[in-house]
């Protein structure tokens, strides 16, 4: 059985930094695309960013780019989302997931093409 822990959200002021981490297990974590997405309340689940099995290939919601940086650890298991210069708007609970297509790249980007998921971890951005 696959399992998604996520960690490392918490309250931080506009402009700050975060480091989000997901700790997977139950199969090879390396043959998997992995990913990230929010929901804010009220809103759907979005898209944030994703990486393929070797971390070779990423992808960013445009809302995101150049701010957040996705990346993974196939030794440990483990995936990362470090996300910078955050804005208020980007206050949501956010959920680490995982493909379950093997070695599929470019990574996908919609919430379709995961079919595990974290339990989520709330991320609040003050102004």
């Known amino acids: 059985q696959v399992q998604l822990v996520e960690s490392g959200g918490g309250l931080v002021q506009a402009g700050g930094s975060l480091r989000l981490s997901c700790a997977a297990s139950g199969r090879t974590f390396s043959r998997y695309a992995m990913g990230w997405f929010r929901q804010a309340p009220g809103k759907e689940r979005e898209f944030v960013a994703s990486i393929s099995w070797s971390g070779s290939s990423t992808r960013y919601a445009d809302s995101v780019k150049g701010r957040f940086t996705i990346s993974r650890d196939n030794a440990k298991n483990t995936m990362s989302l470090q996300m910078n210069s955050l804005k208020p708007e980007d206050t949501a609970v956010y959920y680490c997931?995982?493909?379950?297509?093997?070695?599929?790249?470019?990574?996908?980007?919609?919430?379709?093409?995961?079919?595990?998921w974290g339990q989520g971890t709330q991320v609040t951005v003050s102004s």
């Open positions: 997931a995982a493909d379950n297509d093997p070695f599929r790249s470019p990574p996908p980007t919609s919430f379709v093409g995961y079919e595990y």
